[in-house]
């Protein structure tokens, strides 16, 4: 037997890990701060939707590529929200935080990127 099995949480992430692999893309921390970027996204996405404000300006294939913040999540990006939890001490923060930084990476978006987590709070989330 392993150490690691010795030392897990529970026998589902010890023994029989390798049994329940694949539902780690649903069920891990991962997932969960994928799950908490996918809700930020369509949440901005709906509000560039709503045209209110200064989001009238902005242009349908600008918007769009917000998909691209998620279709391309991984775990690397998953580690910078983590790095970012560590400073903010707030996990929702953190997912916010980074949409934020990748707003700025998508031409036309920058702009808007204090919309992200307008009027919600992190149980919205």
């Not at 694949?22 to 970027?37: M, N, P, V």
């Not at 580690?79 to 031409?107: G, M, Q």
């Amino acid at each position: 037997m392993e150490l690691n099995t010795l030392t897990a949480i529970s026998p589902i992430d010890g023994r029989y890990r390798s049994k329940v692999a694949e539902l780690s893309q649903y069920f891990s921390e991962f997932a969960l701060i994928k799950y908490r970027l996918a809700v930020e996204v369509a949440y901005l996405k709906a509000l560039f939707q709503s045209r209110i404000g200064m989001l009238a300006n902005a242009k349908e294939p600008d918007i769009n590529q917000l998909d691209s913040v998620l279709q391309g999540f991984c775990l690397e990006d998953a580690k910078r929200i983590k790095e970012i939890e560590k400073k903010t001490n707030h996990d929702i923060k953190a997912v916010e935080y980074f949409l934020k930084e990748k707003l700025e990476e998508i031409p036309n978006l920058s702009e808007f990127k204090e919309m992200v987590h307008f009027a919600l709070t992190s149980q919205d989330i």
